[in-house]
Structure formats: structure tokens, C-alpha cells
């Protein structure tokens, strides 16, 4: 009976702030989402419906926001997944200034993406005094410059995934480093004396070792670049749907507050649209990896 | 094969090798580049004179008359030192309670026995699943009607508990082994003395990598601080340094902005470089970026 | 301090929950430990020997029963109300803290009017610390000793309260066997020198033997026998218990008594007086063998070990049950076997009968 009470003690203020700042949100986040006008003023609704996720579906900014999140997912977690296992290969076989690497590649993790993103921006935008260093390097060797940050949408679109990719590297960087630190270097040496190539040696013994994290990464991509938000504030400004950048997660920001905001219910359409997009993402990419994912 | 052959082979095997290496080893230098150049730009412009900035058409890649001008304005224009606070205050404070609320719950979870524990635990493990944009709604409008906008304590509240690392502590706390408690019991060790002078001495290493992790994660957030702030005076840095975007400076001075960059990322990277392996040991064992 | 079980039953649900029959680790123990003696709790792993530890300790409560010190019934009292110590098998220290810490650590928990100043707390953690023989090494982490002084200081932690019972769990089973052999002395030295009633729970029956004033075989959570070290050796009240004391092991042959004779096959190896007609299993110590070329039990000779004391001769019989017999013969002896066979007569007093069905002792007269 003591033993009890000490435990409840010891959870006590873990269960109560879960209660009240994500128990509680996530139903209510439901029940905002069926409230037809809710008004956040005078906290009053009129009906009890559909109508929330009926208006955000056919927002012209929600649809934009949905676009712009999809590419962004497209082309950021094929392509930093891809470099970073590039990366990582190399950098486990190499012996001389490791150590050196692989702190120079965490760095991004530890930064402010808002505040490295000001210079992403001062590197990509064209200014009265200035191109910008991107552009004039462009011109040098022979191109058109085109303004990245005010310019057109692929221009922007392209600054936005470098700059998404640049921030995710090193959580993946380091991931993959430490999956193929743990790979038993008795199959290499088994390999090499069997006199295998060293693609076959990556596509046949590697990969399928190091699968499950690569799988793990995949899919905390998935969800991460689905949640891009304050990279895009970063490189645009706060006013993401003048830029034309907004992302689904902006979306909903900007429906609970800022110059579009004030209602909690399409927000909560909206977040709960995300999360079904998350959800069913999540849901096939597990699927998938059962299939083709070598567990040990 | 003769000799011959066998030299020649070897020697081609070297070269190839070599070649190799030389290859990978430019690449790697390449990304290094890469991922070094924003930060070797933003120290550069934030040394370069306004005037000097703003002349150069083709920016030079090093000034030889650096000042701290910028520095001193990004101080002077814009309350930096008040975001700074602010953060440090919102940094430490939310780290703080954050420790004591998961160290409970998860010596509670580890080494208490208590009824209805395999529920409330799996309970706990689903919620990790939760994403934080579902719930973030409705605490906006609970610290909006608890009147707390704009406070410390609306900013700290909801980021108090974190279901994940009072997962990580709890599996911690569980690899010490059962008989270190058992002997404390025999000795007539209380539970909490146990917890205070055995497991949290023990689990230091992984309650230094959990704290780090926490301070770089408040150090960085931008989304709620936004949300619960339009007051100036509780701007947190990443707030302030947008603020600073789009109304400091007269927006064009961007060698203050940069002064101003600088100043904010600098203590996360001093951080890192003093806590390098810890840091990275941690991300590893199950960090995640936002 | 004389310790005394009634009754005593621990039951586990079982770990495999569709399983609804409880585990009996513990089934009806009534036996007493005497004041100021060193008792092993001897069995093989799983027979529930830890867990009666763990109930004289308070660790787990019984299900049913009582286990009284002296006249005190201490069923309902925590661990710490009963004044005992207690030493783990991976010695528990805490890994943080210096062997002085880790000594004084159980001092450290008394409140109130027990409260010890800090002087009195060293004193008493320098005699224990003294007592084991570690006074040197106080200021050293448990890494970087060797396993035997980690269980030295483990013992002086659980003896710097002044126990009235310390207990053991299986306190050599994580040392080599040179330091076994060392440690167990020093357990033995301990217990004499402070006359603290000790049990401590070993599967390993040599180490019981050679230490224990008293043992206790457990198996499958019941009491099989309790008594003085060589008793027990000389007279097993059942095969199990024989076979479980003693390296090499027991030798059980398949035989038969008719007419109070022993018969091993067809040959008769001893007298059997007073013992009815009927199938026995005989059980012959290895020492309990004669080389003689007239003897009645012919083996085939497989091989002959020399250990320098004594020569194991290795032979095997139709009869026998398991692998190979061994026998242990002086060294002085010569073995020669004819055509491939071994012949061997009995000491009568290494022999012992059992039921062959319920695997009891038959005693002779």
C-alpha cells in the first residue's frame, strides 16, 4: 500500500502535465474539428459536422500547402537518405581525419535553423546592391541568375530542399555511421577473401545489415519532412502563403494564429488530415519494410 | 603467374587504391565545404563594415578590416540581450523541471511496484506516437484562456514532460542491476534515498546526454514560443532573430543580422564542442531533429 | 541466533501465463538452523534454494508458514527490521562509490536514535573492512578489484550492521577456481570468528562439503535431507541425494537382492542382511572398488586415468546405468586388464541400496 502511493507520487507530475497537454488536447482536437464556425471569441460553435475538413480540402492555400509539403517530401527523404549512406560508406572507410568529418557533419544538427537559414537566404537572394554569391557563381560559369528566395516557384522549391537536405544530413550522417561501425568486420574480411566486388560487397552484405536503420531512417523522414515548417519561415519569412511556400503544418499554424488566424477548427481539420497522411505513410512504409528488411 | 605478372598486378591494385582514396577523400572535403560554408559566410559578413558590404557587387570571400560594429548595433538596435535572456531563463528552467518530472516517472516505471503499471506504461508508449502538431491547438488555447500568453510559464508548461526520454531513463534505470536494490532494501535503504544515492549517481551519463539533448532542443524552438509570444520582451532568440528579418536593422543591414546569427548560434556550437562524443552518442541512441 | 522454519511454502505464478498451475519453489520447510553455525543450502539451479534465502532474508514474503529467530516470529518484518545481511552471487556493490562508501552505505541508513556519528561509522567500517582483510583498499571503485575482494567487501557490507544472520547466494559462483577455493576458507574463517548463525546456497556440492557444519539438499523446492557434511555423504537417505554428493559422481548399477545377497547380473557382489527379495539400484563410491583378478564384477576395461594421488580406472558394465564406471583406486596399484576385462570386488561399507521404485534407501543390518 506505502509501495503504491510512492509510485503514484514519483508519476504524479508526469501524468498530470500528459493530461493536460496531450491527453486532453488530442481529444479535443477532434471535437474542434467537428465544430462548424466556431467562433474563438465568445467560444460558441453553430453545428456539429463535416464542414471544417469540407472548407479546408477546397482552400486554395491548403491545397498549395499540400503541394508544396509533397515535394518537399519527394524529393528531400529519397535523395538525404541516398547521400547520407553515400557519405557514411566513405566515411567508414576512411581512417586519417574521421573524427574530424564526422563532427564537420554534425555541425548543422546543434544550429538554429532559423538563424542559418537568414544566411541560406543572404547566399540565394538577389538584392539591389547584389546577386548574391549563388548567382554570380552561376554566372560565372556561364548561366542565367534567377532570384531563389523571391523568384520563381522551382527556384524557391530547389533553395527550400537544399536547405531541408543540408539540415537532416547529420542526424542521418550519423545514424548510418554508427550502423556500419557495428557491421562485424569478419564478413568484409570473408568477402574479400571469397574475392567479392565491392558493389556486390555494399548491395549483398552491407545494405541488408544495416537495412532495419536505414528503414528507421526512411521512415522518421517520411514523418519529419511531412511536419517542414520553421525551415520554410527560415528561408521565407512568416507570411508563407504570400510566397506561395507554405506547408501543411504552416497551414495550420496560420489558422490558429498570425495575420489568417483564429480558427482552432480548421486547424484541427487540418492537423488531423496530417496526421491521416502520416499515419497511412507510416502504416505502408512498415508494411514494405517486413518484406524487405533483413533482421538479425 | 611469374614474378613479373605478380609485380605488375600489384602495382595496378595500388594505383587503383590509391586513386580511390584520393577520390573519397575529395568528396568528403567537398561536403565538409559544404557544410561549413554558411557558417565560415555568416562569420565573414558579420565582420565586414555595412558600407564595405553593401559596395562589394561580387561579395569578397575575406575582408582585412574586420569590425565589431555590427556586433555592438546587433546588441544596441535590437533587445538581443533580452532574447537572449529570455531563452537562457526558458532553457534552463523547462530543462530543469523536465529532469525532476521524468526522473520520478521513470524510477517509478523501473524499479516500483505498483498496480496497474504494465497499463500506464503502455499507455505512455502511445502517446510517444502523438505528434506534437495535434496537441499544440488546443495549448494554445488553454494558456490563451489560463491568461498565460506571453509569461514564462505558458511558455515552459507544456514542455515539461517528454514520453521519450522518460522511456530512455526508464530503460536505463533498468540495466542496474536488481540486486543493487535488493541489497539496498536489506540494508533498510528507503526507496527515494536509493534513487538519490545509487540510480541517479549510476545513470550520470545518460542524464547528462538527456539534459544536453533538451537544452539544444529549447535552445532552437521556434514553432510554440511563436504562438504564446507577441510581446517583445518575451521573444525567444529564434523568434527574435525573425523579428529581426523582417523589422530590425532597416532591413537591408545585413552584417548586423549576421552579428546577430553569430551571436545566437555560438553557444549551442561551443556547447557541442565541448560535450562532442556525449552529444552524438545520445542523437544516436535515439535523438530525433524537432 | 537460531533460526527456525514452520511450514514454510513460497508459491510463483507461472511465467508462462496460460499456464494457470503455480510454481512451488518452496513446499513446506520445517527445519531449524542452529545458533551460530554455517549451513549450506545445497541443490541443483531451480530447485529453490535462492528462494528460501530470500524468505529468511524478507525479501519474499511466504505463502504460507512462519520463520521465527530465536522465538520472534519475523514473517511480516521487512528485510531491514530483521537484522540480517546478506551477499549477492555479482556481489551488488555500487559500482559509483569507493569500498569505504560502499561499507558504510547500510550505516548511513539509520535514523533517528540509532544514528551513528561519523566517527562511530568509521570505526566500524575500518573493523569491518579489517575483519575481511581489505583495510588497504578502502579508497578504490569496485573496478578495479579483483572478484575475490569484491566479495570480501560485499561481506563486510553486510556486516558492518552487526547481523545477527548473514546470508550468502551462491557467493563463489562468480569467482575462478583458484579464488573459490581462497574465498571459501575466508567465508569459513569469517563465520568462526564472529559466530554469526551463516547459510549460504551453492549448487556446487563440493564447496558445501568442505565448508558447511550442516547441509541442507533441496530439490524441486522440497527438503531432501539435512545433516552433518560426511553423514550425509556416507548415508544419503535417497539415490538423488547420492548421486548429487560427491565427485567422481556416485556409480548406480541395476541389481537385485535374492536370498540377502546383492546380485550385480548374475554374479553376487555382497551380503545384504535383513533385506527382502527384489529389484535394487546399488550404488558403489568410486573408492568402494577393489581390483582383484577373483573378484565378481566383470567390466571391460576402457581406459586408466593417473592423477598422481590416486588412478581412476574407467570401465563400463551391461549393468550399469549412465556412461562409464569409475572407479578410484591408489595409485600403487597396477591394473591389468585380461583380454580387454576388469574384474573388481566391493567394500561393503561404499555400498549403499536403493528402492528401485522409490528410489529410498534399503539399509542393511
Given at each position: ?9 514519483c ?16 481529444v ?17 460553435y ?30 528531400t ?48 537572394k ?30 524557391k ?5 537544399f ?72 528561408l ?38 496530417l ?10 512504409n512498415?508494411?514494405v519494410?517486413?518484406k ?5 | ?8 598486378i ?20 567537398l ?6 560554408f ?50 537562457l ?13 521524468i ?36 495549448n494554445f ?42 541489497a ?13 544515492k ?21 535552445w ?35 552584417p ?9 548560434s ?25 | ?72 516470529d ?36 539509520l535514523?533517528?536514535?540509532?544514528k551513528?556519528?561519523?566517527?562511530v ?49 551462491e ?66 537417505i ?15 548399477f ?10 550385480i ?16 539400484y546399488v ?23 593417473v592423477?598422481?594421488?590416486d ?34 570386488s ?20
Amino acid at each position: 500500500m506505502k509501495k503504491n502511493l510512492t509510485a503514484w507520487l514519483c508519476l504524479l507530475p508526469a501524468l498530470a502535465f500528459l493530461l493536460v497537454f496531450m491527453v486532453y488536447p488530442l481529444v479535443d482536437v477532434f471535437i474542434y474539428s467537428f465544430e462548424e464556425g466556431y467562433n474563438f471569441a465568445s467560444q460558441s460553435y453553430f453545428g456539429v459536422g463535416l464542414y471544417n475538413y469540407d472548407y479546408v480540402l477546397h482552400d486554395p492555400y491548403f491545397i498549395q500547402a499540400l503541394k508544396n509539403t509533397f515535394i518537399i517530401v519527394i524529393i528531400t527523404v529519397p535523395l538525404s537518405t541516398g547521400i547520407a549512406l553515400f557519405i557514411s560508406l566513405e566515411l567508414s572507410n576512411i581512417k586519417l581525419i574521421r573524427d574530424f568529418f564526422q563532427t564537420v557533419y554534425f555541425l548543422p544538427y546543434v544550429t538554429n535553423t532559423l538563424a542559418v537559414g537568414l544566411v541560406f537566404m543572404i547566399l540565394f537572394k538577389k538584392t539591389p546592391y547584389s546577386d548574391g554569391l549563388v548567382n554570380i557563381l552561376i554566372q560565372f560559369f556561364g548561366g542565367t541568375g534567377v532570384d531563389f528566395i523571391d523568384g520563381p516557384y522551382w527556384a524557391k522549391m530547389f533553395v527550400m530542399c537544399f536547405y531541408t537536405i543540408w539540415i537532416v544530413m547529420p542526424f542521418k550522417i550519423l545514424i548510418l555511421t554508427s550502423a556500419l561501425a557495428s557491421v562485424n568486420p569478419m564478413y568484409y574480411k570473408a568477402a574479400k577473401v571469397d574475392g567479392t566486388s565491392s558493389f556486390r560487397t555494399f548491395y549483398k552484405i552491407t545494405l541488408p545489415m544495416i537495412s532495419p536503420m536505414v528503414f528507421y531512417l526512411v521512415i522518421t523522414g517520411f514523418i519529419g519532412a511531412f511536419k517542414a515548417y520553421s525551415d520554410e519561415v527560415a528561408l521565407f519569412g512568416t507570411d508563407l502563403n504570400a510566397a506561395g511556400m507554405n506547408t501543411i503544418v504552416g497551414y495550420v499554424y496560420d489558422m490558429l494564429y498570425g495575420n489568417s488566424g483564429g480558427y482552432p477548427s480548421y486547424a484541427s481539420a487540418a492537423a488531423l488530415i496530417l496526421f491521416a497522411i502520416v499515419f497511412t505513410i507510416t502504416t505502408i512504409n512498415l508494411m514494405v519494410s517486413k518484406k524487405t528488411v533483413f533482421y538479425n | 603467374m611469374d614474378k613479373q605478372q605478380v609485380q605488375t598486378i600489384e602495382r595496378e591494385s595500388m594505383i587503383r587504391n590509391r586513386l580511390r582514396e584520393v577520390l573519397r577523400y575529395l568528396f568528403l572535403i567537398l561536403w565538409a565545404i559544404l557544410v561549413l560554408f554558411p557558417f565560415y559566410w555568416m562569420i565573414l559578413t558579420s565582420v565586414k563594415s555595412y558600407s564595405a558590404y553593401n559596395s562589394e557587387y561580387v561579395p569578397k570571400f575575406f575582408t582585412l578590416s574586420p569590425t565589431v560594429q555590427n556586433y555592438i548595433q546587433a546588441f544596441t538596435a535590437v533587445p538581443l540581450a533580452r532574447y537572449f535572456f529570455n531563452t537562457l531563463v526558458f532553457t534552463l528552467v523547462t530543462t530543469a523541471l523536465m529532469m525532476i518530472v521524468i526522473i520520478f516517472a521513470a524510477f517509478a516505471f523501473a524499479r516500483l511496484d505498483f498496480k496497474g503499471k504494465d497499463i500506464v506504461f503502455s499507455m505512455f508508449l502511445s502517446l510517444m506516437m502523438i505528434p506534437n502538431e495535434l496537441v499544440i491547438i488546443t495549448n494554445f488555447v488553454t494558456i490563451t484562456n489560463l491568461d498565460l500568453r506571453n509569461t514564462y510559464l505558458g511558455l515552459i508548461l507544456p514542455s515539461v514532460t517528454s514520453v521519450f526520454y522518460i522511456y530512455l531513463l526508464k530503460e536505463n534505470f533498468e540495466q542496474i542491476p536488481e540486486e543493487l536494490y535488493k541489497a539496498a532494501k536489506v540494508d533498510g535503504t528507503s526507496d527515494m534515498r536509493y534513487l538519490f544515492k545509487v540510480m541517479i549517481p549510476i545513470s550520470k551519463p545518460t542524464l547528462v546526454t538527456v539534459t544536453i539533448l533538451k537544452v539544444i532542443e529549447c535552445w532552437n524552438s521556434y514553432v510554440w514560443p511563436r504562438l504564446i509570444t507577441d510581446d517583445k520582451n518575451f521573444f525567444l532568440v529564434s523568434n527574435g532573430i525573425q523579428e529581426i528579418r523582417e523589422n530590425g536593422f532597416g532591413r537591408e543591414n545585413i552584417p548586423a543580422m549576421m552579428a546577430a546569427v553569430v551571436v545566437i548560434s555560438l553557444p549551442l556550437v561551443v556547447l557541442f564542442l565541448i560535450f562532442r562524443k556525449k552529444i552524438m552518442e545520445g542523437v544516436a541512441r535515439g535523438g530525433t531533429k524537432g | 541466533m537460531k533460526i527456525v522454519l514452520e511450514h514454510l511454502t513460497k508459491r510463483f505464478p507461472n511465467r508462462n501465463k496460460k499456464i494457470k498451475d503455480e510454481v512451488v519453489a518452496v513446499s513446506d520447510f520445517n527445519f531449524t538452523i542452529p545458533d551460530g553455525k554455517l549451513v549450506g543450502l545445497l541443490g541443483p539451479s531451480g530447485c529453490g534454494k535462492s528462494t528460501a534465502l530470500n524468505l529468511i532474508c524478507g525479501l519474499e514474503k511466504p505463502t504460507e508458514g512462519r520463520i521465527y529467530f530465536e522465538d520472534l516470529d519475523v514473517t511480516g518484518l521487512e528485510p531491514e527490521k530483521r537484522g540480517v545481511g546478506l551477499v549477492f552471487q555479482n556481489y551488488a556493490l555500487y559500482p559509483h562509490l569507493t569500498v569505504r562508501e560502499n561499507i558504510r552505505f547500510p550505516l548511513e541508513n539509520l535514523r533517528g536514535e540509532d544514528k551513528l556519528t561519523k566517527e562511530v561509522m568509521e570505526e566500524k567500517v575500518l573493523e569491518a573492512a579489517k575483519l575481511v582483510q581489505i583495510d588497504s583498499l578502502l579508497d578504490r571503485k569496485p573496478n578495479e578489484m579483483s572478484g575475490g575482494q569484491q566479495q570480501r567487501v560485499a561481506i563486510a557490507r553486510a556486516l558492518v550492521k552487526m547481523p545477527k544472520v548473514l546470508l550468502l547466494d551462491e557467493p563463489l559462483s562468480n569467482l575462478d577456481a583458484r579464488l573459490r577455493l581462497q574465498t571459501r576458507e575466508e567465508i569459513k574463517r569469517i563465520q568462526t570468528e564472529t559466530g554469526i548463525t551463516t547459510v549460504f546456497v551453492t549448487h556446487d556440492q563440493e564447496e558445501a562439503m568442505s565448508i558447511s557444519d550442516i547441509i541442507v539438499v533441496m530439490k524441486d523446492g522440497v527438503l531432501q535431507q539435512m545433516g552433518k557434511p560426511q553423514e550425509i555423504y556416507d548415508e544419503p537417505i535417497n539415490l538423488f541425494v547420492a548421486k548429487f554428493l560427491g565427485t567422481p559422481q556416485i556409480n548406480v548399477f541395476e541389481g537385485s537382492v535374492r536370498s540377502e545377497k546383492v546380485y550385480i547380473g548374475e554374479s553376487p557382489v555382497m551380503d545384504a542382511k535383513g533385506v527382502g527379495d527384489g529389484d535394487v539400484y546399488v550404488a558403489v563410491r568410486p573408492e568402494g572398488f577393489i581390483v582383484d583378478e577373483n573378484g565378481p564384477l566383470a567390466c571391460s576395461f576402457i581406459n586408466r586415468e593417473v592423477m598422481g594421488r590416486d588412478t581412476s580406472v574407467i570401465a563400463t558394465n551391461e549393468h550399469f546405468l549412465g556412461e562409464n564406471i569409475r572407479a578410484i583406486i591408489p595409485s600403487e596399484e597396477e591394473v591389468v586388464p585380461v583380454d580387454g576385462c576388469v574384474r573388481f570386488s566391493l567394500k561393503p561399507h561404499k555400498v549403499r541400496l536403493f528402492d528401485k521404485i522409490i528410489e529410498e534407501r534399503i539399509r542393511t543390518e
